[in-house]
């Protein structure tokens, strides 16, 4: 079974701009969470989304939204980027939501703001 | 919410001994704790996971612990090998409605010293 796939896998942007980013979950998933990590404030959460509607949300600025797709597919969005959202961004998918199961990660996509 | 303290944040073992990786947590509602292994350039690995109901669980060099009176749960590598040099990250969360994902701690660079 294949794993959980992330694109692109870096991406170079510059303040002010947007950025899209994209999740595969494992097939048969349902869930998808994001989550940021960074030096200084190591794996955060940022949100979670089953079945196309967004479940839970961490404490992330409006500029981070999501979607997920009925195929369980999702897309992680900023805008008006920030020196500070240089980071990796990992999703997780797992069968059921709210951390009823286990999660598996993917490689992340390594976002830096210039 | 939720807070998770690790220690230490870095390890150093010769091959063949045995690490500890300890972590302590805030939320008593919490009732999953997953650990997580991440290598260089790779997104985190489920190792081994325990829910609140079970005080102990090993897999093979791999096992942890939970006290829920203390809210600390521990992980314990025996007979350490090259390969179990990476970052380790505990967890905790609430599993069900309402959960605000995976918060985690630190991380633990563990180095298997030759």
């Known amino acids: 079974k294949a794993g959980v796939t992330q694109t692109p896998r870096y991406l170079i942007k510059t303040r002010g701009q947007q950025v899209t980013l994209s999740c595969s979950p494992i097939s048969g998933h349902r869930s998808v969470s994001w989550y940021q990590q960074t030096p200084g404030q190591g794996l955060q959460f940022l949100f979670e989304?089953?079945?196309?509607?967004?479940?839970n949300k961490g404490n992330f600025p409006g500029r981070f939204s999501g979607r997920q797709f009925s195929n369980s597919r999702s897309e992680m969005n900023v805008s008006t980027l920030e020196l500070g959202d240089s980071a990796l961004y990992l999703c997780a998918s797992s069968l059921g939501s709210g951390g009823a199961g286990e999660q598996f990660f993917g490689p992340g996509t390594r976002l830096t703001v210039l | 919410g939720e807070n998770v303290e690790q220690h230490p944040s870095t390890l150093s073992v010769q091959e063949g001994d045995s690490a500890v990786i300890k972590c302590t947590y805030s939320?008593?509602?919490?009732?999953?704790f997953p650990w997580y292994k991440q290598e260089l350039g790779k997104g985190p690995q489920l190792i081994i996971d325990i829910r609140s109901n079970v005080g102990e669980k090993k897999d093979q060099r791999i096992a942890v612990t939970l006290n829920k009176t203390a809210k600390h749960f521990s992980l314990h590598i025996t007979e350490t090998q090259p390969e179990d040099s990476a970052v380790y990250f505990c967890a905790a969360t609430r599993s069900g409605g309402g959960a605000d994902g995976l918060t985690f701690g630190k991380g633990t660079h563990l180095i298997i010293q030759p």
């Open positions: 989304y089953f079945s196309e509607t967004q479940r």
């Open positions: 939320d008593s509602a919490s009732n999953y």
